[in-house]
Structures are given as C-alpha cells and as structure tokens.
C-alpha cells in the first residue's frame, strides 16, 4: 500500500494554539528488571510534543507500556520522568479516563501538556474491533468531547485496530505528528519510488518474516541483491548444504522454503563467504566451508563485510532488517556495526527497520543523525507490515476526510 502525505494532515495544517490536543505517541520501550529504557521513541515523540507545546496547544498523551500479563507492562509514571527530560513541566495522572483525567484535561492551560496513564490498562483499548465500533467505546466518548483536534505521532502502532489509534480519528478532526511525517515519507520512497540498483540486508532470527519480505520484493521485480545475514543467513546456508547444522524439527519447514526461496531468487540471494564462530569465549574467523556442527555462528567474517559493503556502495536503494550478528557481544558486533557503516557511507537512500535493528543502533551508539541518507524506523510490526504491502488499519483512518 503506497501512503502519500498529501493524503493527510500534519501539524502544519491545524491552528492548534488554545486547542486541546489528543496526542497518540508510541512511548513502549524496552523494560530491565521494571526499569523502563531511554529510548528513541521518547526522544522522537518528544520533539513533536515540543513543538505542539511552543504552539501554545492542550497537549494530552495517549500512549501504552507493554501488553497486560507480561512484565513490561506498567503504567507511565517512569516515562513521564523520562519525557520531563525535554518537557520540563510535563504533568501525569494515574488515570485515563475517570474523573481525574478529565479534569486534568480541563484544567491544562495553552503550551501545557498532560501523559495519562497505560491506555492498555483499559480493555477496550485493544478489543479487537473496527474503527466505527472503536469510536462507540467509553474511552472514546469519555475523552473525544474534551478535545477538538486527534494527531498521531505513532507509526509503530497503526498496525493496531486500538481504540486510541482507530477510534478518536473516527470523531476528530485527525492528522499526523512529524514522527509519522517522517517514518511515512521514508517507507514512501524506499518501498514505492525504488531506485535501482536495490539491495536487501536481511539478518535476525525470524525466518518466517523474512522469508515473506523476499517474497515480496522478488515479487515486485525490484530488487537486485538480497545479502543475508544473521541467524538466518546460517539457516539459508544450511538449507543449500554449505555448513552443518543443529535444526530443531519446528525449523524444517522453514528449511524448506529457503530452499524454494532460493531457487527461485537464483544469483541474487547472496550467503556468507566466511563466519566469526566463538572459540574457546574468542572471535574466530573461519570460511564457510570449515564451519563444523554445533560450532556457536554468532557474526559474518571480515571478507563478506567487505564483498557485502561494496555491493551497499554502490545500490542506489538499501533496506535493512534485521541485526548482522550478535551484536549484544561486543566480540560479534564487529559485522552489524560496518554493515551499518557501509550505509552510512553510501550515497544510497537507506530504510533501516524491525525493532532490534533499531535497538542494534543505540546500542552500538551509532550516531542517528550522522546517517544522513538512511532513515531508521522506529517501528517494528508496523514497518514489516508496510515492506509486505498490508494494510494497516491506523493509517487509513487518518487520511483527510
Ligand atoms: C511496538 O513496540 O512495536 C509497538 O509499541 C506496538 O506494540 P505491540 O506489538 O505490543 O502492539
């Protein structure tokens, strides 16, 4: 589905001085030992909330933690800290929809800006429903009539028919925050206006995505090399017997698709030259062929960087999913980190995505804004969905009506 910003509003297009303002920002980051993380997505959601702020609008945040029964999930009173490192006088409320909510959002003044708390906390936040039956909720009709304008700074979620997501816009009048802008602007050109030559990097550890993403990017006729890495360049390599490998029986039919996937990609499916395997808690460089069973593969060898970065050198269009190698060793960060380099330094527009390749970023420190031609995406499941062409039911109802 190719999303066009004419199609929407932004910030730009609401005089929102005095209005208040239902903000849908993705603040889910990632939580160690009930600590939540500073992350991108605070950063990012941040600068949108400044400048709505600086436009003396209402600001109101709408936003979730994790999924209910899981340890990441809690309410928002750490990021609500985390936010007040850009919003100095950012208020919080442990409520979303009661009475301290609302007369919170009454009570906020022109530039003042208001987090409520988890919107998961509510079940019929993510009852799985259509946007129209989402508008009819009690969470909607409880906040809309308090509002005048909805904006959604959260690309990472469109892929949800949540309430705070597909409901408000239903009801008010809806645009996108420069976050979204940004991550719709770069899918935009990577995925629908792809300049030739066009390179996939694609690593990790989930075969089925990837497998899906291939298929649609040979589908589409576009692209010229697929380099594959990670854990699922050592699958790929097993399926076409070039290393030994320890396959649980839940992998065959992963097995055999890579075979299918193969054939049909033919020379443009690109493996590994050599490994850096770990020996005895070391790095070790070996070549593909030397690789033993139940060897622990954790990175790709110094001669594919080098083979993979000069093919990145010279695409005019690279997408990346997914991490290189182990990255969170620092002994196997080495390929991630010029992988990464490789697009940086090349002149292609880059569209780097998947929730851990972006956390690959800030924990590698690799300066964002110094990848001046990539884009990284800040979303995970919604990045995958949009590569794959699928719909996603939070964008749809934001276009102008
Ligand atoms: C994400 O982290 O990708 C978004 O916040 C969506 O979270 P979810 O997968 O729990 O819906």
């Not at 993510?126 to 009690?138: M, N, Q, R, T, W």
């Not at 925050?177 to 602007?185: A, I, K, N, V």
């Amino acid at each position: 589905m190719s999303e066009q910003l004419k199609d929407f509003l932004t910030i730009g297009d609401f005089d929102v001085e005095g209005k208040t303002v239902l903000f849908r920002a993705d603040l889910n980051s990632a939580v160690i030992d009930g600590e939540v993380q500073m992350k991108e997505r605070i950063e990012e959601n941040a600068k949108t909330i400044m400048e709505l702020s600086e436009k003396k609008a209402k600001v109101v945040i709408l936003a979730h933690q994790g999924r209910a029964g899981r340890d990441d999930f809690l309410p928002l009173e750490q990021h609500a800290q985390l936010l007040r490192n850009f919003v100095v006088d950012l208020k919080y409320v442990e409520d979303i929809i009661g009475p301290t909510a609302r007369e919170a959002i009454k009570n906020l003044d022109a530039g003042e800006v208001l987090l409520l708390d988890n919107v998961r906390m509510l079940a019929e936040e993510i009852l799985k429903k259509s946007s129209e039956a989402h508008a009819k909720s009690i969470f909607v009709k409880k906040l809309a009539p308090l509002a005048d304008i909805y904006i959604n700074d959260a690309f990472s979620v469109v892929h949800r028919s949540h309430a705070s997501v597909v409901g408000f816009p239903m009801v008010l009048d809806a645009g996108i925050g420069r976050l979204m802008e940004s991550e719709l602007s770069a899918l935009e050109r990577a995925v629908h206006h792809i300049k030739r030559p066009c390179v996939y990097v694609l690593g990790g550890v989930k075969p089925e995505e990837v497998f899906d993403v291939i298929d649609f990017a040979l589908e589409s006729g576009k692209v010229d090399y697929i380099l594959t890495t990670g854990g699922i360049g050592n699958l790929f390599m097993y399926a076409n017997g070039m290393i030994p490998m320890k396959v649980d029986n839940d992998l065959l039919e992963s097995v055999s698709r890579a075979k299918r996937i193969q054939r049909r990609a033919g020379t443009k499916i690109k493996y590994p030259w050599d490994l850096a395997i770990e020996l005895d808690g070391k790095r070790e460089e070996i070549p593909v062929d030397q690789v033993k069973p139940n060897q622990p593969i954790y990175d790709i060898g110094q001669k594919t960087i080098e083979k993979y970065s000069e093919i990145i050198k010279n695409a005019k269009t690279v997408i990346m999913k997914g991490p290189v190698g182990f990255y969170e060793k620092e002994a196997f960060a080495k390929g991630t980190r010029d992988i990464l380099k490789a697009i940086s330094n090349s002149k292609a527009f880059s569209l780097i995505g998947g929730g851990h390749t972006s956390a690959a970023i800030s924990t590698l420190g690799i300066d964002r804004s110094k990848m001046s031609q990539a884009h990284v995406s800040l979303a995970g499941g919604a990045f995958l969905r949009y590569l794959l062409g699928k719909p996603l039911p939070g964008i749809g109802v934001l276009r102008k009506k």
